[in-house]
């Protein structure tokens, strides 16, 4: 296990397309977060997963968002009706029970044009 | 909820010299404080951390120090090289369950040989 990997890397879409996106966690890691980061700016918290529960959502998460983590080892984050706005770079981080030290992945670009 | 305050925006010095990057929080609940540093590109890297039972640490070059009652802490880094140039983000988990990490707007710091 090298660290958290994120699928794609890179996702350009036409705006009104849906779009998934990958994680998967450090392996024994029960905590999964996922941020979105636009350029120049820090990472936004998006949502919190412990082990399969979904038990965090910000207000950034418009309805157009869901994430799922069905076993509590991978997640994935759909963006359905995908809108300009929605171009930034995914981030997905875990770590253990929130005792610090989350690594994050490599994450996922996406454009919307 | 949490709010993370980071200063300089961006930070140039020669190299050799030192760079020091301050942070200020909100929430007193706060209790464990990561820098990031983040090439272009690339995922946040966890450079060093500290918990809020802790004033200082320190990791060869890097240090980071922690002032509760003040709320505010400071990633210290000595002997500036041309690869520490980079964005480096602080930030601070929130209060909750969910031990999610607010991030400060990030430092670019340039080192010139």
């Known amino acids: 296990d090298t660290g958290v990997s994120q699928d794609p890397r890179h996702k350009i879409t036409k705006r009104g397309q849906n779009v998934t996106f990958r994680c998967d966690p450090i392996?024994?890691?029960?905590?999964l977060y996922w941020y979105r980061q636009t350029l120049g700016q820090g990472p936004e918290f998006l949502t919190y997963?412990?082990?399969?529960?979904?038990?965090?959502k910000s207000r950034l998460l418009s309805d157009r968002f869901s994430a799922e983590r069905p076993k509590g080892s991978f997640s994935t984050l759909e963006i359905q009706r995908t809108e300009q706005g929605d171009s930034a770079m995914y981030l997905c981080?875990?770590?253990?029970?929130?005792?610090?030290?989350?690594?994050f992945g490599s994450g996922t670009r996406l454009t919307v044009v | 909820g949490e709010n993370v305050e980071q200063h300089p925006s961006t930070l140039s010095v020669q190299e050799g010299d030192s760079a020091v990057i301050k942070c200020t929080y909100s929430?007193?609940?706060?209790?464990?404080f990561p820098w990031y540093k983040q090439e272009l590109g690339k995922r946040p890297q966890l450079i060093i951390d500290?918990?809020?039972?802790?004033g200082e640490k320190k990791d060869q070059r890097i240090a980071v120090t922690l002032n509760k009652t003040a709320k505010h802490f400071s990633l210290h880094i000595t002997e500036t090289q041309p690869e520490d140039s980079a964005v480096y983000f602080c930030?601070?988990?929130?209060?909750?369950?969910?031990?999610?990490?607010?991030f400060g707007q990030g430092t670019r710091l340039t080192i010139n040989p």
């Open positions: 981080a875990s770590t253990l029970d929130g005792r610090g030290g989350y690594t």
């Open positions: 997963f412990q082990n399969e529960a979904q038990l965090e």
């Open positions: 392996s024994e890691h029960n905590r």
């Open positions: 929430d007193s609940a706060s209790n464990y």
């Open positions: 930030a601070a988990t929130s209060r909750g369950g969910a031990q999610k990490l607010v």
């Open positions: 500290i918990r809020s039972n802790v």
